[in-house]
Structure formats: structure tokens, C-alpha cells
């Protein structure tokens, strides 16, 4: 379709024509080939600061309060740090990834209703409380867990042992550790679990269209914070990471190729 305006054209596409989403997918896949050519970090940046004679003709107002430096919040969200990975050092029982799970995941136990129907919500916000955004409990070294690939049920409260055709080479997740590109975070030796986030579009595409992608991401992130949060409120070390190759987390799960389901994200604990 076209749209005029202002003499100028302006091209969009219908808002829920799915093939659009599938098409920008394929276009930011991140296989290994395409990870060197498009994806792999470069050096032609620098970090972005604001520059007090920019605003000196603006109304300012000076918010920062040094007066309640032990608030327990905000000890906790000073204390959140992300760690490479070669810095990992903490070993995780299972009680205390359970207490992870169930403070930064939820479900929450208020209730709402929607038509009729109850909805499960969690401890983080959702676009329409959809929850497109599934996750996957990847164990290596935990105490108490047998290794492997786990679903995160918050409706059910259970981890679901997800039975995987490929065996589980964790330096082939990532790029900085595949390739050794960091001498810092080369290894994923000293890592005990982590979360990969997958977006399904089954149901959001159906009510917010290409909206729902943002929404999803969105959604992912809200994840990450409440998992590294809890996390460091736990004396435990964590690393974000969205440098990792989709394709091989989602040939653990069995969603390889799958027109509505993918790995955006993850987050790494040790």
C-alpha cells in the first residue's frame, strides 16, 4: 500500500501481515555466518555523554539524594552488575534457584479476570498479560538438578525436563566463547545455569500485529532485570547477553525453523 502526505511518499505494509514479521526475522538471524558479517561488535564508537553547556539555557533540577544512600532498594539496584564470564565463581543450589525462579518469575499470585476467564500473571509486565515470551532453564552445574534443557512453566510451577535431539555444547552458544574473542569471558567453564527467552507469536501477532514484536522484546527485558536483580540480592554473579546464536538454543528445544517461535535473549548465572 501507499500513503501520501505532505508531498512526500510514505510506504507501509498491513499491520498484521505475518509474512512482514517472518521476513525481518530471517533478515536479523543470527547464524554463525551471518553473525561476522552483520552482528560482530566494532570498534568504531564512542560511549555517549551529555554535555552540561548543552542545557545551560534549560530549567534544571538537581535529583540525585545522597542522603539515603542505605535504603535496602536501592542498595539492591546499585549492587546490580553484569560479570564476564571467566569471573563466575558462585555454585547454585537448588533451593536457591528455585528462589530465583520464583521471585523474579513469579506466577504472582494476585488475581484478575478477563471475560470470564482467570488470567496467571507474573512478576513482570506483559503487552494485553499475553506473555508471549517463554523460558528456558538451561542447567550445567547446579546442586541438587540434573543437567539439561528445562521449560518454565509459571502457570504450572514446574520445570519441564525438555527432551533434545542434539547434545548440549555450551562454548558453541555464544560467539565469545566459540570463537574465543574476549579474554575475559572465553569460556563458559565456570557457568552453573541460564535462561534463554523465546518469543511466540501464536497468540500476540493475533491481537497487536507487528506491535507485538516490540512488545516481546520489551517483555524480554523486563525478565532480565528482574532475574539479575534477584540474582545479585542473592550474593550471586550474572551476565545478559543477546550475543549468542538463536539457532543452536532453539535446536535444544526442538524449535529450529519454527515460523512462530525464537530465541531473542538470555541470561547467564554463575
Request: hydrophobic residues 35%; aromatic residues 14%.
Amino acid at each position: 500500500m501507499k500513503k501520501v502526505l505532505l508531498n512526500e511518499e510514505m510506504y507501509y505494509t498491513p499491520n498484521f501481515d505475518y509474512d512482514q514479521l517472518k521476513n525481518r526475522r530471517k533478515k536479523f538471524a543470527t547464524n554463525r555466518i551471518n553473525w561476522f558479517m552483520n552482528n560482530s561488535p566494532k570498534q568504531d564508537y564512542q560511549f555517549p555523554k551529555d554535555n552540561p553547556t548543552d542545557f545551560d539555557s534549560n530549567k534544571q533540577y538537581s535529583y540525585y539524594q545522597e542522603n539515603n544512600a542505605d535504603d535496602p532498594i536501592r542498595k539492591l539496584f546499585e549492587n546490580r552488575r553484569s560479570t564476564l564470564l571467566n569471573s563466575f565463581d558462585g555454585k547454585w543450589s537448588r533451593e536457591e534457584l528455585f528462589n530465583l525462579l520464583t521471585i523474579a518469575v513469579g506466577p504472582n499470585p494476585r488475581k484478575r479476570f478477563y471475560h470470564g476467564e482467570e488470567l496467571i500473571l507474573r512478576n513482570y509486565p506483559s503487552g494485553g498479560a499475553l506473555f508471549p515470551v517463554k523460558l528456558y532453564l538451561f542447567i550445567k552445574d547446579v546442586e541438587g538438578m540434573e543437567p539439561g534443557v528445562y521449560y518454565i512453566s509459571s502457570q504450572l510451577k514446574k520445570l519441564i525436563k525438555v527432551e533434545s535431539k542434539e547434545n548440549l555444547v555450551w562454548d558453541n552458544l555464544f560467539p565469545m566463547t566459540l570463537y574465543k574473542l574476549d579474554a575475559l569471558s572465553n569460556s563458559t567453564e565456570k557457568i552453573s545455569f541460564a535462561v534463554f527467552m523465546v518469543v511466540d507469536f501464536k497468540e500476540s501477532f493475533k491481537k497487536y500485529g507487528e506491535l507485538s514484536e516490540r512488545l516481546a522484546f520489551f517483555e524480554a527485558g523486563h525478565v532480565a532485570q528482574n532475574l539479575q536483580l534477584v540474582s545479585s540480592h542473592l550474593n550471586k554473579k550474572s551476565l545478559p547477553i543477546c550475543g549468542l546464536f538463536p539457532e543452536e538454543v532453539e535446536k535444544q528445544i526442538n524449535i529450529q525453523n519454527n515460523d512462530s517461535q525464537y530465541c531473542v535473549y538470555g541470561i547467564l548465572f554463575g
